[in-house]
């Protein structure tokens, strides 16, 4: 084996990974002529959909049993309307004919440009009995929902017809441009109405990933300044007059004991701050950002490491790790592949990721966690 791969590396040749056992994943594939449900189709041939007032009419019996059922369609007296991304999910999971065969996938496609993420999305949030509705068949049952929302949830134990649903769900491509504001007001609508923000993003593999979106306030227990009586604020203003400029930050030689351990790192017998501490300590009336968390009793240490702002311990440094990953909107990601990037770095070291966001002489923080 050692001469093998000394022969590769002479070479020039190396495959890597080649010493891995386990297989890929199967890739999803959705083939239009053939079901992804294994159950046998009735003994009596299920009508095609016509279409009817912009959707696909399916007529009674069938339709009553699958809207009861399973929730699919917007019951009317003889039958439901169902959207074409439902038609599509019946087409697979319920012996449904296509109407007119598979150019009819290709007609619709025309007509909505976001069938595709629909279907999909559809196919992947059904999946184990979840019930998805589209929001347009609940615009008399649930006035308020936003128009970024394109369907509710329903988990597997809720009775759909009495429960409002646990989620609104908002699709997205990983390519989507962001706009953090109109994001932020979406995720507090849809809390407001007493729903999870759900968030699936779809790939260029036709991938899903799901989110939850929601806000937070990360919290510490840290001393602050405003904890300080004013003689040792003094001194400690004093104290950073007399220091030294250093690169970005400032060196202090002599500190004594120094009140605010969450602020400066200890080093070569003194203290060294960053810029920011700098300043947050010889003007502690600011209400930036930095000032914000750090009054929350966060401890802030910068988070270059993790592609981020900073990261912010709630205990001290040497007893817990930071819960907390913390990107200020200015400098966050600009597309849903960015925020994907940076969720999945966060995670993947047990860390939460949030964006942070001025709002009316505030701050509000909102967290993307990824769970499916």
Sequence with gaps: MKRRYQKHLADGVFMG??????RPR????????EPRSSNSPPAQPIPTPVERDGFWFLPDPVAQRLHQKSALGLRVSDGILLTAEEVMFCHWYRHVPLPSGKQWFS?????????????????????????????????????????????????RHETWTQHRGFSQIRLQQTHDPLDWDELLAWVSKVDSDGHVAELCVIDDEFDCTIYHLSECRPVGNHLSVGHLD?????????????SV??????????????????????????????????????APNNNNLYATLV??????????????????????????????????????????????????????VNKRWLCAFERDEDFSFLNIKRIG
């Excluded at 007509?111 to 595709?116: E, F």
């Excluded at 250093?246 to 790192?265: A, Q, V």
Aim: charged share 25%; glycine share 8%; proline share 5%.
């Design 295 to 348: 009054g929350q009793g966060l401890l802030l240490r910068p988070g270059f490491k993790y592609g981020c702002k900073w990261r912010a311990y709630e205990m001290d440094i040497d007893q817990a790790h930071a819960p907390w990953l913390i990107q200020p909107m200015n400098d966050a990601p600009t597309n849903w592949e960015e925020v994907c990037l940076a969720v999945r770095l966060a995670e993947g």
């Design 17 to 22: 990974g080649g010493e891995r056992t386990y």
């Design 245 to 282: 400029r250093i690169g970005d930050g400032y060196f202090l030689s002599e500190t004594g004991e120094w009140p605010l351990p969450s602020i400066g790192i200890p080093h070569f017998s003194g203290r060294y701050l960053r810029r920011e501490e700098h300043q947050f300590l010889t």
């Design 107 to 155: 007609m619709q496609l025309q007509k909505d440009a976001m069938l595709l993420r629909k279907t999909i999305a559809m196919d992947v949030m059904r999946n184990g009995g979840e019930r998805v509705v589209p929001a347009s068949h609940l615009s008399k049952r649930l006035a308020s929902i936003p128009d970024q929302t394109w369907a509710i949830r329903w988990e």
């Design 26 to 33: 199967a890739r999803t594939t959705r083939s239009l002529d």
């Design 230 to 242: 004013s003689g040792t604020r003094k001194r400690l203003q004093e104290a950073c007059q007399q």
